[in-house]
């Protein structure tokens, strides 16, 4: 069975208030239009009795009747005129009443007669010639009449406009929903062609549903962006391990179909070795990665002598790298901070490495460790090959290599350092930044506070 419209569901939702609304408000009249007209007659009878006592109890002049001449039908109010003995004296007795007459002084009441319904008023009066009593009658049935007709009129006049409203509501429900139309189409579209790339774009508003797009299209651009990205790094992560792998089979083809002598064969092993080990590095830091992504690295904050742990590291790196380039330290000592020190070791050497790698022969690499404001202050200055403007942006994503003069093979430089240093610094709370002028030098420097 098909499900109904959103449109069609609100419009409903729409008539039914409609609905409800309208026949509260025609009970409403309707009962206090019945109220009026009860009303109106019962002022129209009393008005007439009072006016028929006048009558009656004007005095006489020059032995002639006092007042005009006696109306016993006046505005839709018939009097007549009985003794006490309920006998009519003067006047007929309307709509053909047979049914007995009850007299009741002084009190407006309604009655039935043949099926009629009358509002009845009797009053009794002091005459020259006796006691009498006044009785009037006004039919209600006439003024309920006109009430029916009024509701009924007023039912289909409200049916027409319920229907008129139905049809505006569904028109303009329809305009209001327009977006969540065009979103629909827009994602499967998406779906279909598998094209990231499209965009709702209904323009700009200031209303829920425009800023609903604008919040999806926003969406939609990181979406694009990580899946890019993620492809390029498959891309790049298996470029990377297929010339190891190549290398290596290439290797262990000659050994086992070429080489003759115990030196060739280690020549070969060791260039097996040589590249087993790069992989390993790849795969080591593609699982350090991936453990970040699912935040499942335990952090270890505590309090740490970061001016011990940056000289450590570049005690270490000295070591390591044996070219003629000259490490300046400029580092403030007994500077502590809550860090993790495990993962800021990694940043330091990070970023020392790669002053190391990328530097010109005989350059300088300057590490500097500073506070401000309780802020911690870490940067490493070389005399490298530098990195273009439009390329600074790139170097945090992963695998990213500006050309390959900037990745030393035998160093292993595989483009994931600068990732992991961007992550440490979001853990830490800091923001880690790098100025470069192509040909002269880079250098990075990273902020973070002190105390979380």
Same mark, same amino acid.
């Given at each position: 069975?098909?499900?109904?419209?959103?449109?069609?569901?609100?419009?409903?939702?729409?008539?039914? @208030?409609?609905?409800?609304?309208?026949?509260?408000?025609?009970?409403?009249?309707?009962?206090?239009?019945?109220?009026?007209?009860? &009303?109106?007659?019962?002022?129209? /009878?009393?008005?007439? +009795?009072?006016?028929?006592? !006048?009558?009656?109890?004007?005095?006489?002049?020059?032995?002639?009747?006092?007042?005009?001449?006696?109306?016993?039908? =006046?505005?839709?109010?018939?009097?007549?005129?009985?003794?006490? %003995?309920?006998? +009519?004296?003067?006047?007929? @007795?309307?709509?053909?009443?047979t049914d007995e007459l009850d007299?009741?002084?002084?009190?407006?009441?309604?009655?039935?007669?043949?099926?009629?319904?009358?509002?009845?008023?009797?009053?009794?009066?002091?005459?020259?010639?006796?006691?009498?009593?006044?009785?009037?009658?006004?039919?209600?049935? #006439?003024?309920?009449?006109?009430?029916?007709?009024?509701?009924?009129?007023?039912?289909?006049?409200?049916?027409?406009?319920?229907?008129?409203?139905?049809?505006?509501?569904?028109?303009?429900?329809?305009?209001?929903?327009?977006?969540?139309?065009?979103?629909?189409?827009?994602?499967?579209?998406?779906?279909?062609?598998?094209?990231?790339?499209?965009?709702?774009?209904?323009?700009?508003?200031?209303?829920?549903?425009?800023?609903?797009?604008?919040?999806?299209?926003?969406?939609?651009?990181? @979406?694009?962006?990580?899946?890019? &990205?993620?492809?390029?790094?498959?891309?790049? *992560?298996?470029?990377?391990?297929?010339?190891?792998? *190549?290398?290596?089979?290439?290797?262990?083809?000659?050994?086992?179909?070429?080489?003759?002598?115990?030196?060739?064969?280690?020549?070969?092993?060791?260039?097996?070795? #040589? #590249?087993?080990?790069? !992989?390993?590095?790849?795969?080591?830091?593609?699982?350090?990665?991936? &453990?970040?992504?699912?935040?499942?690295?335990?952090?270890?904050?505590?309090?740490? %002598?970061?001016?011990?742990? +940056?000289?450590?590291?570049?005690?270490?790196?000295?070591?390591?790298?044996?070219?003629?380039?000259?490490?300046? &330290?400029?580092?403030?000592?007994?500077?502590? *901070?809550?860090?993790?020190?495990?993962?800021?070791a990694r940043l330091f050497i990070?970023? @020392?490495?790669?002053?190391?790698?990328?530097?010109?022969?005989?350059?300088?690499?300057?590490?500097?460790?500073?506070?401000?404001?309780?802020?911690?202050?870490?940067?490493?200055?070389?005399?490298?090959?530098?990195?273009? #403007?439009?390329?600074?942006?790139?170097?945090?994503?992963?695998?990213?290599?500006? =050309?390959?003069?900037?990745?030393?093979?035998?160093?292993?430089?595989?483009?994931?350092?600068?990732?992991?240093?961007?992550?440490?610094a979001e853990k830490h709370s800091?923001?880690?930044?790098?100025?470069?002028? /192509?040909?002269?030098?880079?250098?990075?420097?990273?902020?973070?506070?002190?105390?979380?």
């Amino acid at each position: 069975m098909r499900k109904m419209s959103l449109k069609l569901r609100l419009t409903l939702w729409y008539v039914l @208030i409609m609905l409800i609304i309208s026949a509260i408000a025609l009970a409403a009249i309707t009962s206090f239009s019945r109220y009026m007209v009860l &009303r109106d007659a019962q002022d129209r /009878l009393m008005k007439a +009795v009072s006016g028929m006592e !006048m009558q009656l109890c004007a005095p006489k002049r020059d032995n002639k009747p006092g007042g005009p001449p006696r109306r016993f039908y =006046d505005n839709g109010v018939h009097t007549i005129i009985l003794d006490e %003995d309920k006998n +009519v004296i003067e006047g007929n @007795i309307p709509f053909s009443i047979t049914d007995e007459l009850d007299i009741n002084d002084g009190t407006v009441r309604k009655e039935s007669y043949d099926g009629n319904s009358f509002l009845v008023y009797d009053k009794k009066v002091e005459t020259a010639n006796g006691n009498v009593y006044i009785k009037g009658f006004v039919s209600i049935d #006439e003024g309920n009449l006109a009430v029916k007709s009024i509701l009924r009129n007023n039912i289909l006049l409200t049916a027409l406009l319920i229907l008129l409203a139905a049809l505006g509501g569904y028109f303009i429900t329809s305009r209001a929903l327009k977006p969540v139309d065009i979103m629909s189409k827009t994602a499967n579209s998406i779906i279909k062609s598998k094209d990231l790339s499209q965009r709702i774009n209904i323009g700009k508003s200031n209303d829920e549903l425009s800023s609903l797009a604008a919040t999806l299209d926003e969406m939609l651009s990181g @979406i694009e962006g990580a899946f890019q &990205r993620e492809k390029q790094f498959t891309s790049d *992560a298996s470029h990377e391990l297929r010339t190891p792998i *190549a290398v290596i089979l290439s290797e262990c083809e000659y050994m086992t179909d070429c080489a003759d002598t115990v030196d060739e064969l280690k020549d070969s092993a060791e260039s097996v070795k #040589e #590249e087993a080990q790069k !992989m390993s590095r790849l795969v080591s830091e593609l699982l350090s990665i991936a &453990r970040m992504d699912k935040d499942s690295l335990k952090l270890n904050f505590e309090e740490t %002598d970061i001016s011990e742990l +940056v000289s450590f590291v570049c005690d270490e790196q000295e070591e390591i790298n044996t070219d003629e380039i000259k490490l300046i &330290r400029e580092i403030k000592p007994g500077i502590l *901070a809550e860090a993790d020190k495990f993962l800021l070791a990694r940043l330091f050497i990070n970023l @020392i490495s790669n002053a190391y790698k990328y530097n010109k022969e005989n350059g300088e690499i300057k590490v500097s460790l500073s506070e401000n404001d309780g802020d911690v202050i870490f940067a490493v200055s070389d005399t490298g090959i530098g990195i273009a #403007e439009e390329n600074l942006p790139k170097i945090w994503e992963r695998l990213y290599q500006v =050309d390959p003069a900037r990745s030393d093979n035998e160093n292993g430089g595989m483009g994931l350092g600068l990732s992991m240093v961007k992550w440490i610094a979001e853990k830490h709370s800091g923001k880690a930044e790098v100025q470069s002028e /192509l040909g002269k030098g880079t250098t990075f420097t990273f902020t973070f506070p002190a105390r979380r």
